[in-house]
């Protein structure tokens, strides 16, 4: 029955995430802010994290059931992929290196505002 509850209340939690994608005046997912919101709620402690273990275990523990759908998406629209192939590869690629690049420049920032603030480096981070 915990597990159902939980379960209901993280449902609770996608269903004002959908609400306020509604109400905004500009495109936002709404699978995007249930996660704000449920980031909110456990960081202003108004839901205690050990409340979801239960259910976020058996949700992780079953992660790979998730994919199907998107598998069998892609499986479906497999000719349109082969056909832009090329293009997608290039987005792929460019998208790899932007995320690369921009890793790299927040732990550096990262590691220059910890040596202002606290006057000593992260291990095996240099700024520049």
């Known amino acids: 029955m915990k597990v159902i509850t939980q379960c209901g209340f993280l449902f609770f939690v996608c269903l004002v ?11 936002v997912p709404a699978s995007v802010l249930s996660m704000l919101v449920l980031f909110v709620l456990l960081l202003s ?15 992780l523990g079953n992660m790979a059931f998730f994919f199907i759908p998107s598998g069998v998406g892609i499986l479906a629209h497999l ?37 202002k603030i606290c006057g000593k480096s992260m291990k095996g981070v240099e700024p520049q």
Do not use: M, N
Request: contains cysteine; negative net charge.
């Open 17 to 27: 995430g959908v609400h306020c994608s509604h109400l905004l005046p500009f495109p």
């Open 45 to 59: 402690r108004g839901i205690d994290p050990s409340s979801l273990k239960e259910t976020t275990d058996v949700l």
């Open 79 to 115: 000719e349109t992929l082969r056909d832009d192939a090329l293009a997608l590869l290039a987005v792929c690629c460019a998208a790899t290196f932007l995320t690369f690049a921009a890793s790299v420049a927040a732990v550096t920032a990262a590691a220059r505002l910890q040596q």
